[in-house]
Protein backbone atom coordinates (compact mmCIF):
# COMPACT_ATOMS: atom_id res chain seq x y z
CA UNK A 1 0.00 0.00 0.00
CA UNK A 2 1.40 3.43 -0.89
CA UNK A 3 1.01 5.69 2.08
CA UNK A 4 1.97 9.46 2.18
CA UNK A 5 3.58 10.70 5.72
CA UNK A 6 3.06 14.60 6.52
CA UNK A 7 5.37 16.06 8.98
CA UNK A 8 5.27 19.43 10.70
CA UNK A 9 8.65 18.56 13.10
CA UNK A 10 11.30 15.90 13.92
CA UNK A 11 9.69 13.29 12.60
CA UNK A 12 10.86 10.68 15.05
CA UNK A 13 7.71 8.85 14.05
CA UNK A 14 8.13 9.00 10.00
CA UNK A 15 11.97 7.77 11.25
CA UNK A 16 9.89 4.51 13.21
CA UNK A 17 7.98 4.06 9.57
CA UNK A 18 11.38 4.56 7.13
CA UNK A 19 13.58 2.04 9.91
CA UNK A 20 10.85 -0.82 9.49
CA UNK A 21 9.48 -0.66 6.24
CA UNK A 22 13.76 -0.64 5.29
CA UNK A 23 14.01 -3.83 7.75
CA UNK A 24 10.62 -5.40 6.01
CA UNK A 25 8.97 -5.48 9.66
CA UNK A 26 6.03 -3.15 7.91
CA UNK A 27 4.89 -3.86 4.41
CA UNK A 28 4.00 -0.52 3.13
CA UNK A 29 5.54 2.04 0.81
CA UNK A 30 6.17 5.62 1.75
CA UNK A 31 5.73 7.15 -1.63
CA UNK A 32 6.17 10.39 -0.13
CA UNK A 33 6.88 13.03 2.73
CA UNK A 34 4.92 16.26 3.16
CA UNK A 35 5.69 19.14 4.93
CA UNK A 36 4.31 22.43 5.83
CA UNK A 37 7.62 23.80 7.11
CA UNK A 38 10.61 23.70 5.02
CA UNK A 39 12.98 23.42 7.90
CA UNK A 40 11.33 20.68 9.58
CA UNK A 41 13.74 17.98 10.36
CA UNK A 42 11.37 15.02 9.19
CA UNK A 43 12.27 16.40 5.27
CA UNK A 44 16.21 15.48 5.95
CA UNK A 45 15.13 12.54 7.37
CA UNK A 46 13.19 11.48 3.59
CA UNK A 47 15.94 12.76 1.96
CA UNK A 48 18.77 10.62 3.45
CA UNK A 49 15.77 7.95 2.87
CA UNK A 50 15.80 8.21 -1.19
CA UNK A 51 12.21 9.14 -0.03
CA UNK A 52 10.36 12.26 -2.55
CA UNK A 53 9.62 15.03 -0.41
CA UNK A 54 7.24 18.25 -1.08
CA UNK A 55 7.02 21.47 1.19
CA UNK A 56 4.05 23.71 0.62
CA UNK A 57 4.37 26.34 2.95
CA UNK A 58 0.98 27.32 4.49
CA UNK A 59 1.75 31.17 4.94
CA UNK A 60 1.40 31.50 1.58
CA UNK A 61 -2.72 30.47 1.49
CA UNK A 62 -5.06 32.90 2.91
CA UNK A 63 -7.80 30.08 4.13
CA UNK A 64 -7.27 26.55 5.21
CA UNK A 65 -9.40 24.81 2.78
CA UNK A 66 -7.01 26.47 -0.15
CA UNK A 67 -4.26 25.29 1.49
CA UNK A 68 -5.36 21.95 1.90
CA UNK A 69 -6.66 21.31 -1.75
CA UNK A 70 -3.31 22.61 -2.76
CA UNK A 71 -1.91 19.87 -0.30
CA UNK A 72 -3.87 17.02 -1.79
CA UNK A 73 -3.35 18.22 -5.38
CA UNK A 74 0.74 17.68 -4.73
CA UNK A 75 -0.47 14.58 -2.84
CA UNK A 76 -2.25 12.83 -5.24
CA UNK A 77 0.06 12.89 -7.83
CA UNK A 78 1.80 10.12 -5.99
CA UNK A 79 -1.77 8.39 -5.52
CA UNK A 80 -1.32 7.62 -1.80
CA UNK A 81 -4.15 5.30 -0.50
CA UNK A 82 -3.17 6.04 2.85
CA UNK A 83 -2.20 9.32 4.77
CA UNK A 84 -0.09 9.09 7.84
CA UNK A 85 -0.37 12.31 9.92
CA UNK A 86 3.33 12.31 12.07
CA UNK A 87 3.76 15.73 14.08
CA UNK A 88 1.58 17.45 11.48
CA UNK A 89 0.57 20.18 13.22
CA UNK A 90 -2.27 21.64 11.15
CA UNK A 91 -5.62 21.59 11.47
CA UNK A 92 -7.62 19.53 8.41
CA UNK A 93 -9.97 21.24 6.54
CA UNK A 94 -13.43 18.85 6.53
CA UNK A 95 -12.76 19.30 2.51
CA UNK A 96 -9.60 17.72 3.01
CA UNK A 97 -10.83 14.79 5.69
CA UNK A 98 -13.61 14.07 3.31
CA UNK A 99 -11.53 13.78 0.05
CA UNK A 100 -9.46 11.00 1.89
CA UNK A 101 -12.77 9.31 3.54
CA UNK A 102 -11.65 7.01 5.97
CA UNK A 103 -7.69 7.09 5.01
CA UNK A 104 -5.98 9.46 7.28
CA UNK A 105 -4.68 8.23 10.99
CA UNK A 106 -2.79 10.03 13.23
CA UNK A 107 -1.14 9.97 16.16
CA UNK A 108 -2.03 11.51 19.48
CA UNK A 109 0.07 11.74 22.54
CA UNK A 110 -2.60 10.62 25.80
CA UNK A 111 -4.94 7.96 25.71
CA UNK A 112 -7.99 9.47 24.29
CA UNK A 113 -10.87 10.05 24.59
CA UNK A 114 -8.92 11.89 27.17
CA UNK A 115 -6.52 14.69 27.02
CA UNK A 116 -7.46 15.89 23.08
CA UNK A 117 -5.49 19.05 22.20
CA UNK A 118 -1.96 20.24 23.27
CA UNK A 119 0.57 20.21 26.19
CA UNK A 120 -0.82 16.27 26.99
CA UNK A 121 2.02 15.13 29.51
CA UNK A 122 2.30 18.22 31.95
CA UNK A 123 -1.63 17.99 32.04
CA UNK A 124 -1.71 14.13 33.06
CA UNK A 125 1.00 15.01 35.58
CA UNK A 126 -0.92 17.97 37.10
CA UNK A 127 -3.79 15.72 37.29
CA UNK A 128 -1.85 12.62 39.07
CA UNK A 129 -3.37 10.31 36.62
CA UNK A 130 -1.20 6.90 37.09
CA UNK A 131 -1.41 6.24 33.10
CA UNK A 132 -0.41 7.88 30.30
CA UNK A 133 -0.09 6.64 26.62
CA UNK A 134 -0.58 7.30 23.01
CA UNK A 135 -3.46 6.38 20.36
CA UNK A 136 -3.76 5.95 17.29
CA UNK A 137 -7.06 7.09 15.67
CA UNK A 138 -8.66 7.17 12.82
CA UNK A 139 -8.72 11.04 11.70
CA UNK A 140 -13.04 12.78 11.19
CA UNK A 141 -13.80 16.20 11.09
CA UNK A 142 -13.34 16.44 15.07
CA UNK A 143 -10.15 17.56 16.10
CA UNK A 144 -8.43 14.43 18.14
CA UNK A 145 -12.14 12.89 18.36
CA UNK A 146 -11.93 10.50 15.49
CA UNK A 147 -12.02 6.56 16.70
CA UNK A 148 -8.77 5.10 18.21
CA UNK A 149 -7.68 1.85 16.51
CA UNK A 150 -4.68 1.27 18.64
CA UNK A 151 -3.35 2.80 22.14
CA UNK A 152 -0.39 2.03 23.84
CA UNK A 153 -0.21 2.45 27.35
CA UNK A 154 2.43 3.20 30.31
CA UNK A 155 2.67 3.56 33.96
CA UNK A 156 3.47 7.38 35.04
CA UNK A 157 6.26 7.12 37.30
CA UNK A 158 6.46 8.94 41.22
CA UNK A 159 8.42 12.59 40.10
CA UNK A 160 9.59 12.51 36.73
CA UNK A 161 9.10 15.45 34.73
CA UNK A 162 6.80 16.34 31.54
CA UNK A 163 10.21 15.93 29.51
CA UNK A 164 11.03 12.47 30.30
CA UNK A 165 7.14 11.02 30.60
CA UNK A 166 6.93 12.42 26.60
CA UNK A 167 10.33 10.67 25.92
CA UNK A 168 8.45 7.54 27.17
CA UNK A 169 5.61 8.23 25.46
CA UNK A 170 7.40 8.93 21.98
CA UNK A 171 9.05 5.25 22.54
CA UNK A 172 5.97 3.74 22.54
CA UNK A 173 4.37 5.66 19.83
CA UNK A 174 7.48 4.18 17.39
CA UNK A 175 6.06 0.86 17.79
CA UNK A 176 2.13 1.56 17.79
CA UNK A 177 1.86 3.93 15.26
CA UNK A 178 3.56 1.31 12.43
CA UNK A 179 1.63 -1.94 13.65
CA UNK A 180 -2.03 0.09 13.39
CA UNK A 181 -0.98 1.43 9.60
CA UNK A 182 0.07 -2.30 9.17
CA UNK A 183 -3.17 -3.27 10.14
CA UNK A 184 -4.95 -0.76 7.94
CA UNK A 185 -2.46 -1.69 5.04
CA UNK A 186 -3.89 -5.41 5.82
CA UNK A 187 -7.75 -4.19 5.61
CA UNK A 188 -8.12 -5.25 9.28
CA UNK A 189 -9.14 -1.90 10.40
CA UNK A 190 -11.53 0.60 8.74
CA UNK A 191 -13.58 3.34 9.37
CA UNK A 192 -17.38 3.32 8.28
CA UNK A 193 -20.42 5.83 9.02
CA UNK A 194 -17.30 7.54 11.82
CA UNK A 195 -17.16 4.20 13.34
CA UNK A 196 -13.47 2.11 13.38
CA UNK A 197 -14.09 -1.65 12.99
CA UNK A 198 -11.28 -4.51 13.59
CA UNK A 199 -11.50 -7.48 11.69
CA UNK A 200 -15.26 -7.11 10.44
CA UNK A 201 -16.22 -6.20 13.93
CA UNK A 202 -16.47 -2.44 15.48
CA UNK A 203 -14.16 -1.54 17.50
CA UNK A 204 -16.21 0.50 20.64
CA UNK A 205 -12.41 1.52 22.04
CA UNK A 206 -9.14 0.96 20.97
CA UNK A 207 -6.88 -2.06 21.04
CA UNK A 208 -4.47 -1.44 24.56
CA UNK A 209 -0.99 -2.49 24.16
CA UNK A 210 0.67 -2.03 27.70
CA UNK A 211 4.27 -1.42 27.98
CA UNK A 212 4.13 -0.23 31.64
C1 LIG B 1 4.24 13.16 18.72
O1 LIG B 1 4.18 13.52 20.06
C2 LIG B 1 2.85 12.77 18.25
O2 LIG B 1 2.09 12.17 19.24
C3 LIG B 1 2.26 14.11 17.90
O3 LIG B 1 3.33 14.83 17.33
C4 LIG B 1 4.56 14.34 17.84
C5 LIG B 1 5.41 13.98 16.66
O4 LIG B 1 6.73 13.73 17.03
N1 LIG B 1 1.13 13.96 17.02
P1 LIG B 1 7.80 13.37 15.92
O5 LIG B 1 7.91 14.57 14.97
O6 LIG B 1 7.33 12.14 15.20
O7 LIG B 1 9.08 13.15 16.66
Known sequence: MKAAILVSGSGTNLQSF????????????????????????????????????????????????????????????????????????????????????????????????????????????????????????FVTEELDGGPGILAGRIAVKPDESAAELQARVLAVEHQIYPQAAQMFADGRVSLKDGKAYMDGGLLSNPMVSDFS
Open 18 to 137: IDQVADKRLDLEIALVFSNRVDAYGLTRAKDAGIPTVCIEHGDYGERELFDRAVAATLDEFEPELIILAGFMRILSPWFVKHYGGRILNIHPALLPLYPGLDTHARVLAAGDTHHGSTVH
